[in-house]
């Protein structure tokens, strides 16, 4: 009969448990420097709502196969996870890392639980397995506490990557070819060198804004320069589906016609729809010819798969549980990691409510002392809790982001929805904006002049709205429409445009041009029109009914817009006037803000 065996190794530290978490607990990086294999998983719903999860890997010639149970953590005290094997040395193979703060430093202690299977599995542990673990947990967390310190650039040392001959000789032309346009911003080596040298949990999913962050830049000159790096053949771009519940990508397609309106997560057992600003993420990944990264993963499920997640325990029916939990005020959601509710909390401080599964849902009871957290399953199978912090987007860049800028929609004309279909954004920024008087302006300067003119009034509006982290989606006429992520960007585009107007009137050297000006925000819809990523819906109506209100040389602002806690402070010294007036297409009067800015330069003629 086989007998559990089980080493606890430990370690001091003097950092504290909450620097040490992100490193500590990442499975996926640890793997792959313990040269791990990759491996794919394999979910089945059962009869009473949990999931099978069956793993499978390639260790030499050998396929083993798995049954891989829900990590547990408790974010930033530790971790644990079994796996049961169908074949191989093992029967079961587990690991527990436990975090204690203790006198301005860390105690820490990794556990590992092993119950061979035969004759073999009893050799390997004979032949010095636990020595060879401890060895390696040493190394790497030491390593990776000296990267927590900022004493190092990278956690773990990472086996060599695996590059296509002739990948290095290729990499120099494409970031002379990013560097040569206007969206290189010097950081195309850079980028370069993280898709031929990055760990390949970093490479396979690279996330502009998390570079952005490591390297201390603009966010938009990240997101630029992957964009531009995708035309000069370095990178792939994807547009990620992700499941609302778990974050995970469970649908990736490199072409925006290709993405569904929904999807199915075998994780949650649920199925979703997309939403442009809330759950497709672009993401990017190196080229086949830069870089070839294996399909699989080295953990799966591990606590930084999912950093929003902070508390994940798995109780048996009628199971109550206390574990110690820090959480500070925020906004919270509580769930099962099983199908089923989910509720939302804001937490003020003191003692976190009770989180409770009854079989229905989820809810809340009696708080127990602060630091501490009581978990209870009053239902009648097993039920795995859930608490994530609602922040979860910080590295997130939403497909709503990316095609509200303008080096997207400049280097991407044909990424576009397939005709017919649409896809939710939850809220865009949308401006309009036209000439006054154009057509006695045509008439003073000439056809030729006056369409000059206006090309030059085209070109400082883009810059302007290029500038705010924003995207010209479309002329009519005289008219322009543009679209932000950002309200608040928005609204500094257009404070930018009507201040910096007497400047380029001052340019021309001649006649002047008066912008009038509409500015909202609200939900819509992404559609395909003449061949064009464009919107649609009662946001882009009132949009531009709102500029038809503005006298010129001034801004008209929805008064839902003005009102937004990002733009109210913008607004604050432009004195604005309220007004309201009847549009058409709309049955109730409309109210909205007008502004005056102040212009520099000489006044329009």
């Known amino acids: 009969m086989s007998r559990v065996h089980r080493r606890t190794f430990r370690f001091r530290f003097d950092l504290p448990p909450e620097k040490l978490w992100p490193v500590l607990s990442d499975t996926a990086r640890f793997n792959e420097a313990t040269s791990f294999p990759h491996y794919t998983l394999e979910e089945t719903p059962r009869p009473d709502g949990t999931m099978r999860r069956v793993a499978r890997a390639r260790y030499g010639p050998l396929k083993i196969v798995w049954e891989e149970t829900p990590y547990e953590w408790v974010a930033p005290h530790g971790f644990n996870q079994m796996r049961h094997f169908r074949n191989g040395p093992f029967r079961a193979l587990g690991a527990r890392v436990d975090l204690e703060a203790r006198a301005g430093g860390t105690q820490a202690s990794f556990t590992v639980t092993v119950e061979p299977r035969g004759v073999v599995g009893y050799a390997i542990l004979a032949t010095g397995f636990f020595a060879k673990v401890g060895r390696a947990v040493d190394r790497l967390w030491r390593g990776a506490a000296l990267h927590a310190a900022g004493l190092r650039p990278i956690p773990f040392d990472l086996p060599p990557p695996r590059?296509?001959?002739?990948?290095?000789?290729?990499?120099?032309?494409?970031?002379?070819?990013?560097?040569?346009?206007?969206?290189g911003h010097g950081l195309a080596r850079r980028l370069a060198d993280y898709a031929l040298e990055a760990g390949e949990v970093d490479a396979a999913r690279i996330r502009p804004l998390r570079l952005a962050r490591l390297w201390g830049v603009e966010r938009r000159q990240a997101i630029e320069v992957c964009l531009a790096a995708v035309e000069a053949g370095l990178l792939g771009l994807f547009w990620d589906l992700m499941c609302p519940r778990?974050?995970?990508?469970?649908?990736?397609?490199?072409?925006?016609?290709?993405?569904?309106?929904?999807?199915?997560?075998?994780s949650c057992n649920i199925d979703y729809e997309g939403n442009f600003a809330a759950n497709v993420e672009v993401s990017f990944r190196p080229a086949p010819s830069v870089r070839d990264i294996a399909g699989g993963g080295f953990c799966l499920s591990g606590p930084q798969n999912t950093p929003h997640v902070l508390v994940q325990q798995a109780l048996m029916p009628g199971e109550t549980r206390e574990v110690a939990f820090d959480a500070g005020p925020g906004d919270y959601r509580l769930r099962t990691l099983e199908a089923g509710g989910q509720r939302n909390l804001t937490f003020a401080g003191g003692?976190?409510?009770?989180?409770?599964?009854?079989?229905?849902?989820?809810?809340?009871?009696?708080?127990?002392?602060?630091?501490?957290?009581?978990?209870?399953?009053?239902?009648?199978?097993?039920?795995?809790?859930?608490?994530?912090s609602r922040a979860w987007a910080a590295d997130a860049l939403t497909a709503h982001q990316a095609t509200t800028m303008q080096?997207?929609?400049?280097?991407?004309?044909?990424?576009?929805?397939r005709p017919g279909e649409d896809m939710a954004v939850g809220n865009v920024t949308l401006m309009f904006t036209d000439l006054k008087g154009s057509t006695a302006l045509y008439e003073r300067l000439g056809d030729g002049a006056a369409y000059r003119l206006?090309?030059?009034?085209?070109?400082?509006?883009?810059?302007?709205?290029?500038?705010?982290?924003?995207?010209?989606?479309?002329?009519i006429g005289d008219a322009v429409m543009a679209a932000f992520s950002d309200p608040a960007q928005g609204v500094r585009a257009a404070l930018a445009v009507q201040s910096e107007t007497g400047d380029f009137n001052a340019r021309q050297g001649g006649e002047g041009i008066v912008i009038k000006m509409g500015v909202h925000a609200g939900p819509c819809i992404a559609v395909t029109l003449n061949d064009r990523l464009d919107y649609f819906g009662s946001t882009v109506n009132l949009a531009a009914r709102l500029q038809g209100e503005s006298a010129g040389e001034d801004i008209v602002l929805s008064e839902t817009l003005a009102v937004d806690p990002a733009v109210a402070p913008l607004i604050a010294g432009q004195k604005p006037g309220r007004e309201t007036a009847c549009v058409k297409g709309f049955a109730e009067p409309v109210p909205f803000i007008r502004l005056s800015p102040v212009r520099s330069g000489s006044a329009a003629a």
Do not use: W, Y
């Open 163 to 183: 590059l296509p001959a002739g990948a290095r000789d290729r990499v120099p032309a494409m970031v002379a070819a990013i560097e040569q346009g206007p969206h």
């Open 246 to 266: 778990c974050r995970g990508p469970k649908v990736s397609v490199s072409g925006l016609d290709e993405l569904p309106k929904g999807a199915h997560c075998s």
């Open 351 to 388: 003692g976190f409510p009770a989180v409770i599964a009854d079989g229905e849902g989820i809810g809340e009871g009696e708080a127990a002392a602060a630091g501490t957290l009581r978990l209870v399953n009053r239902g009648a199978v097993p039920r795995t809790i859930v608490i994530e």
């Open 407 to 417: 080096c997207f929609r400049d280097l991407f004309p044909d990424q576009i929805l």
């Open 454 to 475: 206006v090309r030059e009034h085209f070109a400082f509006l883009a810059a302007a709205i290029r500038r705010h982290d924003g995207a010209l989606v479309k002329t």
